[in-house]
């Protein structure tokens, strides 16, 4: 299984931006998906998760901005970021969790400039 995230970069506040996680390889079907984020000397952080039924879950610091969802039936899910703000600046990981396991996608860069 393999989970390859994308649709980091750099963006002023305010502005938006949307990840992407699409899992690959032996898997019909997630328990759950989600992203993580993790800011220099700061612990790595849940930001938002899905599930398979639809329902969600996000940081109290990011309820109202982002929004997740999965396409289709696919195991991609999306984060859709809004009125960003600097300090959320971090390194975002996908993360799915399928068959008693969790998967780790590598981290994409998100950068807020103020």
């Known amino acids: 299984v393999q989970l390859q995230a994308s649709g980091g970069g750099l963006v002023q506040a305010g502005g938006s931006l949307r990840l992407s996680c699409a899992a690959s390889?032996?898997?019909?079907?997630?328990?759950?998906m989600g992203w993580y984020r993790q800011a220099p000397g700061k612990q790595r952080e849940l930001v938002a998760a899905?599930?398979?039924?639809?329902?969600?879950n996000y940081a109290d610091s990011v309820k109202g901005r982002f929004t997740i969802s999965r396409v289709g039936a696919e195991n991609t899910v999306l984060l859709q970021m809004a009125r960003l703000k600097p300090e959320d600046t971090a390194v975002y990981y996908c993360?799915?969790?399928?068959?008693?396991?969790?998967?780790w996608g590598k981290g994409t860069l998100v950068t807020v400039s103020s």
């Open positions: 899905i599930t398979s039924f639809g329902s969600t």
């Open positions: 390889g032996s898997i019909f079907n997630f328990n759950s």
């Open positions: 993360k799915m969790g399928a068959y008693g396991m969790d998967y």
